[in-house]
């Protein structure tokens, strides 16, 4: 019965930041401009792979380097199911002959891909999350580099460096949407559930929660399956958006960005976690726009390029400076009555 | 919260489209603006904006002027998609896409979808066109593999060269490329042979290996064909000739330029197609020409023969615009599929329903000695490599 109080408790989260998901589609729908919508649809990629990151970082505090490694392994799938079969035997001839004569939609593929993603996270995870603190967080790099180098050196069945082409492109914003909205309401889910319970209360007092009997490893294993599902989910949507998928992609860059965009929003929270991602695009969009030039009156106001870049980095130290913990600290976004019950509650520790 | 809407709902409004016009013909650079492919994309863009500069001072095309939009890829696949999209906003008629095949596709599919021409400014890939994007896409370049079948030809017809060393570094696609069209033209060359053939990688500091290899042959080879690309071919060269490794070295375009050759001083016998000279001395004066003016718009001179495909790219399209009497998607296409050694100031150019690339061109072959670079001859290959070897 706890549960469903917690949950009664909590739900006003997952609405609340859902609403703000959604308004961000009807902002982009009323814009009606295609870069525009484009924009929305890479935010609400970002959004999947934070909240995805989120659930098992935030939940365990064990920083993942290696999560992207499933977005890969989720846009390959990608490739690997929805490209028409003749395309297919182009680039990628090693496939197997089932797997190249399949051709399933795009949800499909995002279902299979985080099905896929969910598998290795499991072999993987079954191994990594025994380690803890600085080990396990280099022991999940390794395992992103393994990753790229298979998927960079696969000639016959990832095309190695070259870009795979043929995807279907969805330039819709609506799936998008859905899926964002999923992870965030598995995130929360988990998040309430006495796996997500017992893995907090493992993060912030690990000795006392092994004596009350939780099994950490095993703990953090859910959380690293489920979080792995939700990228790879992520990876195969993004391959659809783009139309394309390299290793490459998948790799360094949107490692630290989707990060940085967790830690900057708070990693103690679900919020923190989509806020962060709200924030520094809206930032990183608005930055761009600069760069591009802005017309105010008879002259052209343009920043030179590159400053994005570097604009962002202050930004980010400006807000860790401030508020150390990210922008949402620990706490997560509710209806206002509800927020000062919670304050009063037992429970806000610090991290 | 408020705020950040309010933030987004002002933003958007600076990009409100601006709608196709009736009087002027645009053209959208979905181009790097920022990061590495900037080097790449932006010689080519300044050698089209000449082109563009000399269509409208000759009274524009189909009597309009012809304007340009830009949008900035940021050297990264999903911005490039979104710049692709910004230029079509825009009311791009024809969309010009990042040199690179990895890098310009996502804008050039969306070109594609949004039933748009496309041109990549300098792919030598085959699937930067038909193959990889869709019937609406070309390039302004030449296939690699006719970089590497045309050093082969050239130098077994010119050179009497009979023994041949392949050395491919597995880098890039465009690497991989010009070693198929010399292992395409090879077996087609009576008793030339292939005494040996090594890989190694651009970011190899050492290919000792390798060059153990070729020093261990009982005689050294006539030619060793170099299938590389910058940075690494300079360390690949400067160690073969280190070895007292004397043979021919024949490699493509990519290591044209004399930006490099400090590095290696007094280099010899070392041979590179181009599709027009950088070095003053095109055999067509109209080259040179451009040359200066190239010098004069954007205060430097070309770097490299990649500067051409910009130029060529929009002198055929406006040709094919002239011709089909409109901007209408499948008529420029098809005048476009009807250039048959459509005569530039680069050489001919064809395109045809199979194929948007160039299959057989006009090289010329610049010779270094002793450090100074120069043109010594051109080159044709006797016919053009069919598309089912190139696809391979």
Redesign the interface.
């Known amino acids: 019965m706890m549960s469903a109080s917690v949950a009664r408790r909590t739900f006003a989260t997952p609405v609340l930041l859902g609403l ?1 998901l959604i ?2 589609a009807l ?1 982009a729908v009323a ?1 009606g ?7 929305i649809i ?1 935010i609400f990629l970002k959004v999947i792979f934070v909240v995805g990151l989120w659930v098992f970082v935030g939940n365990s505090g064990v920083i993942s380097f290696g999560h992207i490694a499933f977005a890969c392994l989720g846009g390959y799938v990608a490739a690997w199911t929805t490209i028409k079969p003749m395309m297919k035997g ?1 680039s990628m001839p090693g496939l197997p002959d089932w797997l190249m004569q399949t051709e399933i939609p795009y949800w499909g593929s995002a279902i299979v891909a985080a099905g896929w993603a969910a598998l290795w996270a499991l072999i993987f995870g079954s191994v990594l999350m025994r380690l803890s603190g600085i080990a396990a967080s280099i022991a999940t790099f390794a395992m992103l580099a393994m990753v790229n180098s298979i998927y960079s050196n696969w000639e016959s069945v990832t095309a190695a ?3 795979v ?1 043929g995807i279907p ?1 969805i ?1 819709s914003i609506w799936p998008y949407l859905v899926a964002a909205l999923i992870s965030v309401f598995a995130a929360w889910a988990y998040g309430i559930s006495r796996h997500g319970l017992a893995l907090r209360a493992a993060r912030d007092e690990p000795t006392a929660a092994a004596a009350c009997g939780i099994n950490i490893p095993r703990a953090r294993l859910i959380a690293f399956v489920i979080s792995g599902a939700i990228m790879g989910m992520g990876g195969a949507l ?1 391959s659809h ?4 998928v ?1 290793p490459d ?1 998948y790799y360094l ?1 949107l490692t630290f960005i989707t990060l940085s965009m967790l830690v900057v929003g708070g990693m103690g929270s679900l919020s923190g976690a989509v806020l962060g991602v ?2 520094l695009s ?1 930032l990183i ?2 930055l ?2 600069l ?2 030039g ?2 105010v009156g008879e002259t052209t106001i343009a920043l030179p ?2 400053v994005q870049e570097i604009a962002l980095g202050v930004v980010m130290i400006l807000i860790l400076m401030f508020r150390p913990a990210g922008i949402m600290g620990n706490k997560d976004l509710s209806l206002p009555k509800r927020a000062a019950l919670e304050t009063k509650g037992p429970k806000s520790p610090r991290t | 919260m408020k705020r950040l809407m309010t933030a987004l709902a002002a933003t958007t409004c600076l990009t409100a489209p601006a709608l196709a016009d009736d009087d002027k013909i645009i053209v959208g650079f979905a181009t790097a603006e920022t990061g590495f492919m900037q080097a790449y994309d932006k010689p080519a863009q300044d050698a089209a904006m000449i082109r563009i500069a000399e269509i409208n001072a000759s009274g524009g095309l189909l009597g309009k002027q012809i304007e340009v939009v830009n949008a900035d890829t940021k050297t990264d696949r999903a911005e490039g998609a979104k710049a692709g999209l910004t230029v079509i906003d825009a009311g791009a008629d024809m969309v010009v896409v990042s040199c690179d095949y990895d890098f310009g596709s996502p804008a050039a599919l969306a070109a594609e979808s949004a039933g748009l021409p496309s041109f990549f400014l300098c792919a030598e890939s085959i699937k930067a066109g038909i193959q990889g994007v869709g019937p609406n896409s070309f390039s302004a370049s030449v296939l690699a593999a006719v970089q590497g079948a045309t050093m082969a030809e050239w130098s077994y017809t010119k050179k009497e060269a009979r023994t041949f060393y392949r050395l491919l570094d597995t880098w890039t696609e465009y690497n991989k490329g010009i070693c198929d069209g010399f292992d395409y033209m090879l077996p087609k060359l009576a008793d030339a042979t292939l005494v040996g053939e090594d890989t190694f990688l651009n970011e190899d500091a050492s290919i000792a290996a390798q060059i153990t290899r070729i020093k261990a042959l009982p005689e050294e080879p006539d030619a060793i064909m170099l299938c590389t690309m910058m940075p690494g071919a300079v360390s690949a060269i400067k160690q073969i000739r280190a070895a007292g490794i004397n043979s021919m070295i024949l490699n493509g375009s990519g290591v044209d330029g004399s930006y490099w050759l400090s590095a290696v001083p007094d280099l010899s016998n070392f041979f590179v197609p181009v599709q027009g000279s950088i070095y003053g001395d095109d055999p067509n004066p109209d080259v040179t020409a451009f040359n200066a003016k190239y010098k004069e718009v954007t205060g430097g001179d070309p770097s490299t023969q990649y500067v051409y495909p910009g130029y060529v790219m929009i002198d055929v399209w406006a040709k094919a615009v002239e011709r089909a009497g409109t901007t209408e998607t499948t008529a420029v296409v098809a005048e476009l599929e009807k250039m048959n050694a459509e005569p530039t100031l680069f050489g001919p150019r064809t395109f045809t329903s199979e194929l948007h690339h160039q299959n057989q061109a006009r090289y010329l072959i610049v010779e270094t000695n002793a450090g100074k670079p120069g043109v010594v001859d051109e080159w044709t290959i006797s016919e053009p490599i069919p598309v089912a070897d190139l696809m391979k």
Do not use: C
């Open positions: 703000l308004a961000f902002v814009v401009s295609k870069p525009f919508n484009q924009t890479d182009m460096t070259s870009s082409v492109i330039r993004y958006s783009i139309g394309i390299t992609t860059g709200l924030i809206t969009q608005t761009r726009w760069e591009a802005v017309q390029g590159g």
